[in-house]
């Protein structure tokens, strides 16, 4: 994969967390899948409100009444469709969750409302003359991938592989050496490096295989030098991760 189609992430650790970002098909493909969607529930509601109507013989305020649902379906439908699923699914629509892309903040942090609100708004320019014409030329004008809407809320749209390729990193069972508890007797780490530690744990799945096992190594030895800890015989950088991350959210022991 050429480096312009990855996201650099620069820790606090000195330590680059890179994950791939999605591509103009991709983002394109899932827009599809939400345009069709969103017609789809906007049909529905509209039949629904007109045979709502018709039962309830609503003569006197049927034009008034009609008028306000054509307005206002495909008007909610257009702008909260997209600001509720990604606030919803963390940074998903449906459309993004099949072709398994997420957005995110430029520092790999989920989005929050206020910036699936202004990313989504901005669609309006993003549209421009139509076809999306605008956020097209925007993104193959840039090596992000980012139209109007990402510039103006600070973020991405990545690739994300499903969450059962990744290992679970509170759970007691896989990941958890015999020798955890010996691997991770030095001191409580900072809340900057169980940040890292889980940004890390969270995102490795979209990781290259090489990427993933030189960025887990790196982490484990910056991390394992200041809290006074290092992998037990036989312990793999990732677990020791994930036992470094456990303990400290079982016992809320950083500093």
Sequence with gaps: MDPADKLTIDTPE????????????????????DSLLQ?????????FA??????FDMAAVGDLGMAVAFALVP?????????????????????KRLVKIRVIK????????????????M?????LPGVYAAGLVCMMLNKGGKRLGD????????????????????????GAA???????????ISPDELALVETYLNRRASLDVAVRRETAARIAEVVGRRNGSAPADGQTADAFLESLARKARDSAGYR
């Design 106 to 121: 430029e520092s790999g942090r989920p989005v929050t409302a206020m910036e699936a609100a202004g990313r989504n708004l």
């Design 75 to 95: 008007f909610l439908m257009q702008w909260g469709y997209f600001v509720f699923f990604e606030i919803r699914w963390n940074g998903q629509t449906p459309g």
């Design 178 to 188: 015999p020798a955890a508890d010996d691997a991770t007797r030095g001191g409580r």
């Design 50 to 55: 007109v045979a709502l109507a018709a039962a």
């Design 151 to 174: 510039y103006v809320a600070g973020t991405v749209v990545v690739y994300d592989k499903p969450v059962d390729h990744a290992h679970v990193i509170w759970s007691p069972g896989e």
């Design 123 to 127: 669609r309006a320019i993003d549209m």
């Design 39 to 47: 017609l789809a529930v906007v049909i529905l509601l509209l039949l």
């Design 14 to 33: 000195q330590i680059p967390l890179e994950l791939p970002l999605a591509g103009i098909g991709s983002r394109a493909l899932a827009l599809a899948i």
